[in-house]
Structure formats: C-alpha cells, structure tokens
C-alpha cells in the first residue's frame, strides 16, 4: 500500500512542478544550472555574475530535459512497485502505459499555465524516462536473483565438501 501512495505523491510533485509559471520554471532550472556549475567548475565562485548567469542560460536546455527523464524514471520506478503485487509479468507493460499517459496529460495541463507549452517531443522524453526506470528495475532484480543464486549455489558446494 505504500508505493501507491508514494507513487500518488510523486505524481503531485510532477503536477505542482508543471504548474508553474514559464518565469517561475526558468528561474528554479537556472538555479540547477548555478548549481552545477558551481559544483563542477572551480574558479565559478570568481566569475562576475553576468558569466554565471550566462553559464546557466547555456545549460538550460539540458538541464530541463535531464530533469524530465529524471523525473519520470523515478515514476516509472514507483509504478512497477505499484503494480507489480498486482499485475506480475505485465507490471512494466502497465507502468509505461500509465506514466506514458501521465506524461501526455501533464503536457496538456502545460498549455493552461500561463508561458508555458505543451510539447510532444516532451511526452516522449518523459516516456523515455519511464522506460529508463523500469529498466533500472529490471537490471537490478536481475543482479539481485544472480547474486542469490551464486550465494546458494556456493553454500550448496560448501556444504557437500
């Protein structure tokens, strides 16, 4: 019952981050990109402002669309915890149908606030993220199910010598 939930309360999260106004959205994204380059560029801190700023205009594309896939491998996560009690083998099949259609209506809420836009190339990059997510799930219960099986395995060998 928890990763419905969670799942419910990232999806507030996506919505209430769309709902924001084009200015609001470009000064939180310009912000990640003052933070990078802080974090990346040593002598960033001594630049003059107008260069920073510069900086993170530059990155700003980037930056929100990293954001969107990231965003939204996260609900891909959460949605294949949320459906996999439910759904078995077809849980991925039903979390990328379901994020994918979040994405399409996400944008579509888009083209109501005021400066922003909705976009398809978005709802694919979003529903790429999603299938980046479920691949990240599906890569680590493969390692997980390999390692238990070496695991038992090698306590099998043990125990016959």
């Known amino acids: 019952m928890i990763f419905p939930l969670l799942t419910f309360l990232w999806m507030v999260v996506i919505f209430s981050f769309s709902a924001n106004l084009a200015e609001e959205s470009t000064q939180i994204s310009r912000s990640v990109?003052?933070?990078?380059?802080e974090i990346c560029i040593s002598e960033f801190q001594e630049w003059p402002k107008?260069?920073?700023d510069a900086f993170a205009e530059r990155i700003d594309y980037p930056v929100r669309k990293c954001a969107h896939a990231s965003e939204y491998a996260i609900l891909g996560m959460l949605l294949w915890f949320s459906f996999s009690g439910i759904a078995g083998r077809k849980a991925g099949l039903y979390s990328f149908v379901t994020g994918t259609f979040y994405a399409a209506s996400d944008e579509?809420?888009?083209l109501y606030v005021p400066g922003r836009s909705g976009q398809i190339s978005d709802v694919i990059l979003?529903?790429?993220g999603v299938l980046i997510g479920l691949l990240l799930i599906y890569i680590l219960r493969t390692g997980i199910k390999r390692y238990k099986k070496h695991t038992s395995n090698r306590q099998?060998?043990?125990k016959i010598k």
Do not use: V
């Not at 990109?33 to 380059?37: A, D, K, N, T």
């Open 33 to 37: 990109g003052r933070m990078i380059g």
């Open 50 to 52: 107008e260069r920073q």
């Open 108 to 110: 579509i809420h888009q």
């Open 126 to 128: 979003d529903a790429s």
């Open 156 to 158: 099998i060998q043990i």
